[in-house]
Each structure stands twice: as C-alpha cells, then as structure tokens.
C-alpha cells in the first residue's frame, strides 16, 4: 500500500498569520520562549506545552518521541519520566539533546539544542505528589521501554500496585522514577511566511552570552 505522490505533492499552506522581526524580539531568548508559550496558551493551541525530545540511541541514530514541558526553572526546560526508559538510557550515555515545539495554529516552531541533567530530587517528589493517583500508579506498574507479552501484563501489575497502596493518603515516588532539566546552548524561533520566505530568529550562547541572529529560510 503507498499513497500517491501527487497528493502528497499537492498539500501545500501559503502561511501568512504573522512575522518575526529582529526588533520584536526579546534579548534573552527564555523570555521570548515564555512570550511565545504565553502566546500559545492565549490562543488556546492544543497541548502547548508538546515538545519532541530528540536523544541519541545505543546505535547512534537519533531518536525522538513527544514529551510534556512541565516547567521553565533556573534557566531549563524540565520534563518527566522513568529514568529506565530508552531516553532516559539515552541520556544517561550522551547529554546532548534537543527539543521542537510546534504550535500549528500560529504557524510557529521553537528548535531548542542543550544539555540535560536530572533534576533535583525534591523537584520530582513534589511534582510527583501533584499527578493523579491513576498516573502515579501507571508510573509504578509501568516497565517503560520494555518488551511485554501483551496489554494484560500492564493491568495485572496495576492491579498488584492498587492493592499495595490501598489506603495510604501519599504514594511515594518510584526511585527510577523523576525529571531531567534542559539547559538551552541554542533556540531558534520560526514564524511561517508567505512564499516559504519563513522569519528565523536563532540564539547562540557563547561564553554564557547570547548571541542573536536572522537565518535564511
């Protein structure tokens, strides 16, 4: 089965929402971000806070999922996960990852390229006790990235672990179980532009300064 390369061809959108000028941008680059999220979130773009986390696997190509931002602290961006799972392995070889944010509604992209780092144990443990009891059970029960015989191997380990916290008022949080914090080195922020002649605004950090610049589309 193939689809047609005339259709896929023939899907094209002429973008024309917006513009990113060098004078309406921000010079530093996590206060443009915070800007633009704020923008987002405004325009009520569906699940802003969806980035794309791109890591380095064990066979060296790179690997990417969709990932949560659930915070903007000292200066990186922060998510969540089992430490055990393929990025978290990823991460733990190779520190250099990167991030895209993509809000189609606003014809915009964020690249973000840095360095990540575990957060804080007690970062995690206060987010941790913030989710539902359903999520933290499924952060319990689940062996992420792991090979399983099928679904029922998921809802019998759910079932073990509702039995085993029933009636306590606070789920610990699982040990192999926390944040990872990105520090930016890079960030490029993209409007879409009539003719393909896209805005891109690009931050470089060289000795701890950003540096701004425009690229060609």
């Known amino acids: 089965m193939s689809i047609e390369h ?33 923008q987002a979130l405004a325009s009520d773009v569906l699940e802003p806070n969806a980035m794309v986390l791109s890591t380095i696997n064990s066979g060296g190509f790179p690997s990417s999922r969709v990932v949560l931002l659930k915070d903007l602290k000292a200066g990186g961006f922060s998510f969540f996960t089992n430490y055990s799972s393929q990025k978290g392995q990823d991460i733990a070889r ?22 990540v780092s575990v957060l804080a144990e007690e970062d995690s443990n206060d987010y941790f006790s913030s989710r539902p009891k359903g999520s933290q059970i499924g952060a319990w029960s689940s062996p992420q990235s792991q090979i399983i015989a099928d679904r029922s191997v998921l809802e019998e380990r759910v079932a073990a672990k509702e039995v085993e916290f029933e009636g ?19 960030i490029e922020f993209w409007q879409g532009r009539s003719s393909r002649l896209h805005d891109r605004i690009v931050y470089c950090k060289e000795n701890d300064v950003w540096i701004k610049n425009r690229l060609a589309p």
């Open 168 to 186: 306590l008022s606070t789920i610990p949080k699982p040990p192999f179980w926390g944040g990872y914090s990105i520090q930016p080195v890079r």
């Open 94 to 115: 190779n520190e250099k990852v990167s991030l895209l944010f993509f809000w189609g509604e606003l014809q915009r992209q964020v690249r973000v390229e840095g360095t």
């Open 6 to 38: 005339k259709d896929i061809a023939a899907i094209r959108e002429d973008y024309s929402k917006g513009s990113l000028l060098e004078s309406d941008t921000l010079e530093n680059p996590l206060e443009q971000f915070q800007l633009w999220f704020e």
